[in-house]
């Protein structure tokens, strides 16, 4: 654990950067700082890590204040992850990636062996080895930065702003690998960021700051969208913080119907037998099962069907394991208002109304109300 306890840090012209914070930032999970511009989430990160020196209170590291030891020491025992990676230019892939072994004594074909067997971890191909970062793109990039920074191991990761250099893609795709990397490896990893929405999707626990570096709220995410604790976390976290809370509700109790759906080589009688009353369209798949789009019953030609003329189906989601944000979004994205959902091989597996999915969503909200009655 790391332990923050009334920790300030004022400069010598009197701006205070931090204020009287205080956090216990739990064991082997995700911490993620959040907040506005100036808000002291980056000096709150860099004094871990004594970069910058506190002026008041201590930090702690399993009960040990972090002063006590050589700061050299104390670095190494943390992965420290940036913006743009931070990659030494003249250096290759897997060097740079050997980095603090190399520093810590370790042979250069051990700390390269471990610079190897890391890439493939955070998914760079082995053929990048031997490049230089130039020659990288900028997700591969901040994955070479991620990989530096577990190259010895340390039980603790700092990791400041990482991806915010990157498109929403390759960002996208940065979240999944270091979700995946930390239930592989459960590190204690402190995590800024201004996007709220990174913070949701990341964080075990979620540090609200306010400018001044005062802490406004500390909770896990689905508790910071449920119960906002003032009207500044309220407004930080926007208008559609309904929305976000919907990534917390599974999709899994959804009442998926499988008469709409017809295969694109349909008789005229399994149309006719897939035509339901109150649907006015049926989901057209193809051979194998997946989704081609929508039409109405009258408007498919039996064995035939002009796959031109389909309505598209929005977007899909993977039943029982997406959210029920990601079943409202391909409601709302399909002109039909009905959403797909699909199997692990793209398949689909049943489609559900855009006014099912809002049942199912006044159902989550009922049993969580803090007067709602525990089931068995």
């Known amino acids: 654990m790391i332990r923050i306890d009334s920790v ?142 577990l190259a010895a191991d340390p039980p603790v990761l700092l990791m400041d702003e990482p991806f915010s250099a990157v498109d929403p893609v390759v960002r996208k795709g940065l979240q999944d690998e270091l979700l995946r990397l930390q239930e592989e490896l459960g590190k204690t990893i402190v995590f800024v960021t201004h996007d709220i929405d990174e913070a949701i999707k990341l964080g075990t626990m979620v540090a609200v700051l306010r400018t001044g570096g005062k802490l406004a709220q500390f909770a896990p995410p689905a508790e910071l969208l449920s119960d906002p604790a003032d009207a500044f976390v309220e407004d930080f976290l926007g208008a559609d913080r309904g929305i976000r809370r919907l990534s917390f509700f599974s999709s899994a109790g959804l009442d998926l119907k499988t008469s709409p759906i017809v295969a694109v080589d349909s008789t005229a009688e399994q149309i006719a037998e897939r035509t339901t009353p109150g649907v006015p369209y049926l989901l057209v798949t193809d051979l194998d099962g997946r989704p081609l789009g929508w039409s109405e019953p009258g408007a498919l030609t039996a064995g035939a069907v002009d796959t031109a003329r389909l309505l598209a189906y929005g977007r899909p989601f993977a039943a029982g394991k997406d959210s029920l944000r990601a079943a409202l979004d391909g409601s709302v994205l399909s002109p039909t208002g009905w959403a797909v959902g699909v199997d692990d091989t793209g398949r689909v597996v049943g489609v559900v109304s855009q006014q099912a999915v809002g049942e199912a969503i006044r159902s989550a909200h009922a049993a969580v109300r803090p007067d709602a009655k525990a089931v068995g």
């Open 8 to 149: 300030t840090k004022r400069y010598p012209d009197g701006t205070v950067a931090v204020d009287r914070l205080s956090l216990d930032i739990p064991d082997r999970s995700i911490t993620v700082l959040v907040g506005p511009s100036g808000c002291g989430k980056t000096t709150t990160l860099r004094m871990i890590n004594r970069m910058v020196d506190l002026s008041e209170g201590t930090i702690s590291l399993d009960g040990a204040d972090i002063t006590k030891q050589p700061v050299n020491t104390l670095r190494r025992s943390m992965g420290y992850v940036i913006q743009n990676a931070g990659l030494f230019q003249h250096r290759t892939i897997v060097d740079n990636i050997a980095t603090v072994p190399r520093m810590l004594g370790w042979g250069k074909e051990k700390a390269r062996a471990r610079a190897t067997e890391l890439m493939e971890r955070v998914g760079l191909d082995a053929s990048l080895a031997k490049r230089y970062p130039y020659q990288l793109s900028g997700g591969q990039q901040q994955r070479v930065g991620v990989a530096r920074a």
